[in-house]
Nanobody, 125 residues
Framework: QLQLVESGGGSVPSGGSLRLSCTAS????????MAWFRQVPGQLRAGVAF???????NYTDLAKGRFTISRDDAKNTLYLQMNDLKPEDTGIYHC???????????????????WGQGTQVSVSS
C-alpha cells in the first residue's frame, strides 16, 4: 500500500520561500503521476501542480511562475519549491498520487487515489 508523508511546511513572511517534500513508502512511485493540492478552511481542496511519470509538469494559476514541482524517483520523493510566497498561499498542502494518468480529472480530488496528511504553510503579510 502506497503511503505519502509531507514535510517542509512552516511560517514565512510574504516574499519568502519554502520547499515541500512528499516521501512515499510501500511502493516505488516511478510509474506514478503525482501532484500537490492546497486545502483552505471552507474551500474545496484545489490543485496546484502536477507531474507525470515521465516528468512532464503542469500548473494551475495558483502556482504559475512561482512554484516548481519536481520528483526524485531514486529517493521516492516529490518536491514543491515555492518562491515569492503571498498570504493567499496559506493553507495545508497535500501530495497525491495515481498509478496512471488522471486525464481530465487532473485538477480535481477525484482524479487521485492516494493522499498524504498534509503540511501547513502560513504566509504573513
Amino acid at each position: 500500500q502506497l503511503q505519502l508523508v509531507e514535510s517542509g511546511g512552516g511560517s514565512v513572511p510574504s516574499g519568502g520561500s519554502l520547499r515541500l517534500s512528499c516521501t512515499a513508502s510501500g511502493v516505488a512511485v516511478s510509474g506514478y503521476w503525482m501532484a500537490w493540492f492546497r486545502q483552505v478552511p471552507g474551500q474545496l481542496r484545489a490543485g496546484v501542480a502536477f507531474i507525470s511519470d515521465d516528468g512532464a509538469t503542469n500548473y494551475t494559476d495558483l502556482a504559475k511562475g512561482r512554484f516548481t514541482i519536481s520528483r526524485d524517483d531514486a529517493k521516492n520523493t516529490l518536491y514543491l519549491q515555492m518562491n515569492d510566497l503571498k498570504p493567499e498561499d496559506t493553507g495545508i498542502y497535500h501530495c497525491a498520487a495515481r498509478g496512471s494518468s488522471p486525464g481530465p480529472w487532473m485538477e480535481f480530488v477525484a482524479g487521485w487515489d492516494y493522499w498524504g496528511q498534509g503540511t501547513q504553510v502560513s504566509v504573513s503579510s
